[in-house]
């Protein structure tokens, strides 16, 4: 069965931060919604995290000489940031877009992409 990645790259971590107990529940349980309707079209969540906070994060990109540069701090700076993701399988990639739009009652963005099997 195809896997896919739910990412949420757009999530407001300050608005996360100063978020009540009560509002973040509301994230929790659309994102368990999400995962209900997923599998009413055949489809299962099969992981997946949240990330700690981009603060947390190291950067590495390629200097000179493809030596790799060292920088505290995400490789975009700003308030919004992929702040998780979900693995998924679903044979209807349709399917799955339709059981994602729930998501974006609690997340301005979501993006999914088919994942490559090494």
């Known amino acids: ?5 739910v990412m949420f790259p757009a999530d407001n971590e300050a608005e996360w931060g100063a978020a009540s107990e009560a509002e973040r529940q509301v994230t929790f349980d659309t994102d368990y919604e999400f995962g209900q309707r997923l599998a009413a079209r055949g489809g299962a969540v099969t992981g997946g995290a949240g990330l700690q906070d981009s603060r947390h994060a190291r950067t590495l990109t390629r200097g000179s000489g493809s030596e790799a540069v060292v920088a ?6 700003g308030d919004e940031q992929l ?19 729930v998501l974006v009652q609690v997340h301005p963005v979501v993006e999914i992409r088919p994942v490559t099997e090494f």
């Open 72 to 77: 505290d701090g995400p490789w975009r700076q």
């Open 1 to 5: 069965m195809p896997q896919y990645a």
């Open 83 to 101: 702040t998780g993701f979900f693995l998924v399988t679903c044979d209807d990639y349709d399917a799955l877009v339709e059981a994602a739009q």
